[in-house]
């Protein structure tokens, strides 16, 4: 059974460009979520999944933000006119079934750093 | 609103020595859960152990385990025979009755293991 895989590991890009990163789930996890994660803090949440569904967007996620999930495998977020304030790790984490207590499992995150 | 708090930035432990990291949390839901995440200088987060605030006994898994105090709404993580390899940000996290069950997390602690 294989992690939660995130692409690119590293995006580094100039101020105004548009970027998109991609996570593939463990497989047969219905439930996906996006964190935002900046140096010296935890991570935030920006977003999450059931299934295809984005049923709930984080104050965070500005309206250059994009995230989907079509046929509720992997997803996509991405980035419209990156700004400096955008550099951060980017974490994808899924899980199955619904409650409390179900553990998200973590891809290793995408690093943008905005030039 | 749910609220992790972390107080201790950064903690040395001596190698096979135990160490404690603390955690305290606010929430004002009756059912949540409780999480430890290790995350290397490399950055990917890796699920340690987890807590129901209904359970009766504490959790542990292999050399973690989480000291839960419901009433001091502590949740204290406890590394014994700490490794070379345990040097990492740990963070504390929770999730309540939110039906995103999002996470909501702490500062972190950087562990540094002494050889």
């Known amino acids: 059974d294989t992690g939660v895989s995130q692409n690119p590991r590293h995006k580094i890009t100039k101020r105004g460009q548009n970027v998109t990163f991609r996570c593939d789930p463990i497989s047969e996890h219905n439930r996906l979520y996006w964190y935002r994660q900046t140096l010296g803090q935890g991570p935030e949440f920006l977003t999450y999944f059931q299934n295809e569904a984005q049923l709930e967007k984080s104050r965070l996620l500005s309206d250059r933000f994009s995230a989907e999930r079509p046929k509720g495998s992997f997803s996509t977020l991405e980035i419209q006119r990156t700004e400096q304030g955008d550099s951060a790790m980017y974490l994808c984490?899924?899980?199955f079934g619904q409650g409390a207590l179900r553990p998200q499992h973590f891809g290793d995150g995408t690093r943008l750093s905005i030039l | 609103a749910q609220k992790i708090t972390q107080t201790q930035p950064g903690m040395f432990v001596q190698e096979k020595e135990a160490v404690t990291l603390d955690c305290t949390y606010d929430t004002s839901d009756p059912s949540y859960g409780l999480f430890w995440y290790k995350q290397p200088s490399s950055g990917e987060m890796i699920f340690l152990i987890y807590?129901?605030?209904?359970?009766?006994q504490n959790a542990t898994e292999g050399r973690y385990s989480l000291n839960f105090q419901k009433a001091r709404k502590s949740a204290n993580l406890v590394i014994s025979a700490s490794q070379l390899g345990d040097s990492a940000m740990y963070f504390c996290?929770?999730?309540?009755?939110?039906?995103?069950?999002?996470?909501?997390f702490g500062s972190g602690t950087r562990l540094l293991v002494r050889p």
């Open positions: 984490a899924s899980s």
């Open positions: 996290a929770m999730s309540g009755m939110d039906s995103s069950y999002k996470l909501i």
């Open positions: 807590q129901g605030s209904y359970d009766q």
